[in-house]
């Protein structure tokens, strides 16, 4: 969507203290020459969101038709210009591509990638979500589990948003993000810079805060900083954990274009 996309890695890249840039994506345009130009400009990885490997309901999920093996391949070009490790992003529907759960895990062993199952979640507030469309990580589990031995990894790092597990032959490593069964909202450590310029502090804002507004009124690097450690210390987004709650179920939820997932 951004034509500079490869200049601005290139920006980022060489900015003091910023040593690890990773790009989520549905691999539409990930081409071998995208991917080796990105890499070159700076990119270290990325995510690839990929929720079936059956064409037809692959095509129903992104909603026009777009052909499952043009993915595929930008995993692979992804993976031949060095962009890793890759994360392979499923999002989990019930009823919809449960089925998918086992082939996606087969299609992805012993590749060096890790499939990460991701509950589905009431981002914004138009995907007519429901708790009853939602698959429980530990149910997905259950899953992979009646076709190989895995077991739990410690966390990489404080935070860490998703659960790790690793096949018992050496398979790899797979992870389940579950937002909506096992909140995590006491150990975030994640803030958000949109498109526009607004820090957001969860993935369910419903606002946020101009730091484009505060630079165009004069600030300085100083109090930016500022501002930024004072926004994070009063912070206490908790939507996940009080989900089931009256108080949670705001209509003005951003959506995830305007977050940036």
């Known amino acids: 969507m951004r034509h500079d996309i490869v200049p601005l890695v ?16 549905n691999g539409s345009a990930l081409s071998r020459a995208r991917a080796i130009s990105l ?18 309901r692959f095509g129903r999920i992104n909603g026009v038709g777009f052909p499952v093996n043009r993915v595929l391949e930008a995993i692979d070009n992804a993976a ?12 989990i529907k019930r009823g919809l591509n449960g089925m998918d759960v086992v082939p996606l895990a087969k299609r992805f062993r012993f590749s060096g990638h890790t499939v990460r199952y991701i509950e589905y979640m009431d981002v914004g507030a138009s995907n007519g979500w429901l708790p009853k469309d939602v698959v429980p990580a530990l149910e997905i589990l259950e899953m992979l589990s009646t076709e190989w031995t895995l077991h739990p990894v410690e966390p990489a790092y404080y935070g860490e948003v998703a659960s790790r597990y690793a096949y018992d032959d050496g398979g790899g490593e797979i ?3 579950s937002s909506v069964s096992q909140p995590f909202c006491g150990s975030c450590t994640r803030a958000r810079l949109s498109a526009d310029g607004r820090l957001l502090l969860c993935l ?20 930016l900083i500022d501002t930024v450690r004072t926004i994070w210390k009063g912070r206490d987004d908790r939507y996940s954990d009080l989900r089931n709650g009256d108080a949670s179920r ?3 939820r951003l959506e995830m274009f305007q977050i940036g997932g």
Not at 10 to 25: C, E, H, P, Q
Not at 39 to 56: C, F, M, Q
């Open 10 to 25: 290139g920006d980022l890249a060489r900015i003091s203290g910023i040593d690890d840039i990773a790009l989520t994506t």
């Open 39 to 56: 890499k070159d400009a700076g990119l270290t990885r990325v995510t690839v969101s990929i929720d079936s490997l059956d064409p037809n």
């Open 80 to 91: 031949e210009a060095g962009l890793s490790p890759i994360k392979i992003n499923v999002v």
């Open 175 to 177: 992870g389940f993000i």
């Open 204 to 223: 369910f804002a419903d606002e946020g805060v101009s730091l484009r507004d505060i630079m165009r009124h004069g600030a300085t690097e100083q109090d």
């Open 250 to 252: 705001s209509t003005k």
